[in-house]
């Protein structure tokens, strides 16, 4: 498979899997407890598993994108999810889309055609083994613990442990299954995503789902396009790189401002039979 049909395909999963993800923890009860205690209650619900099977099915087909694509736009298609999620709301469950929606997700597919056309198919480039593991493996262990003391910053503390992830994801993507399998840098990749996830689930209860999205998808793309851009040698056609700059530009707008002009997640939930 092509590394941009894995990515199209990841898109699709990932903005199916946010809809239904939405819905589940909107409806959770509302003790108290969030993060990993509200993964626990949550898994109990088949709407948020079946939500949980699209991201990680998202995941998959990302992680073969990886192997031949910059960070630059893997995460930027993904970060397109959201709008894409918006379409579904629209089609499946009745949302009304207003004009700046429709002007903002023309803006979206903009800078993703940008990207598309300044991206290079690259390999990455081998980081240093030990200190990779232990700054990623850092990174990634204290963001639940930020997430707690800072509850307005989970979606941005979301966003850097799916960037751990796609940085975690890009070494070891072109690698055979079982050095995959036996790479440091994927059991990061693991803890990293499990992470991402319980700060994604509280982001979803406690506020708009679209603004908490956006706000997380917006840190990753900046975030993993930086470091792939500077340590992992993802590489630009000639010419084209103010392509990149104006691309992640729009996508990373337009994800901010979907966010903060989209319904809020609790109508998602009305509209449910």
């Known amino acids: 498979m092509s590394g941009h049909l894995a990515l199209a395909v990841s898109t699709v999963l990932y903005g199916l899997g946010i809809v239904a993800q939405t819905v589940a923890a909107r409806r959770a009860d509302q003790r108290a407890g969030s993060g990993v205690g509200l993964l626990a209650r949550l898994a109990a619900d088949r709407l948020y598993l079946l939500g949980f099977t699209g991201q990680v099915g998202g995941f998959l087909f990302a992680f073969l994108a990886r192997a031949e694509l910059p960070l630059y736009l893997v995460q930027a298609g993904s970060s397109c999810a959201v709008g894409l999620a918006t379409l579904i709301g629209v089609l499946a469950l009745r949302w009304r889309i207003r004009a700046v929606e429709i002007a ?149 707008t337009g994800v901010l401002v979907l966010g903060s002009v989209s319904r809020p997640a609790r109508e998602l939930v009305g509209a449910q039979p």
Do not use: Y
Not at 172 to 184: E, F
């Open 104 to 252: 903002v997700l023309v803006v979206m597919a903009c800078g993703l055609l940008l990207l598309t056309g300044a991206a290079a198919p690259s390999s990455a480039r081998a980081l240093p083994l030990l200190p990779s593991v232990i700054v990623l493996g850092l990174l990634a262990l204290a963001v639940l613990p930020l997430a707690r003391v800072l509850r307005g910053a989970t979606p941005v503390l979301a966003g850097l442990a799916f960037a751990v992830v796609a940085v975690a994801a890009r070494t070891v993507a072109d690698k055979p299954l079982l050095d995959v399998v036996l790479h440091p840098l994927t059991w990061v990749m693991v803890l990293a995503a499990f992470v991402g996830q319980a700060c994604l689930a509280t982001a979803l209860q406690r506020g708009s789902a679209t603004s908490a999205v956006a706000s997380m998808d917006a840190t990753t793309v900046v975030l993993g396009s930086v470091a792939g851009l500077a340590l992992m040698g993802d590489r630009i056609a000639p010419g084209r790189e103010w392509w990149v700059g104006l691309g992640v530009l729009l996508v990373v």
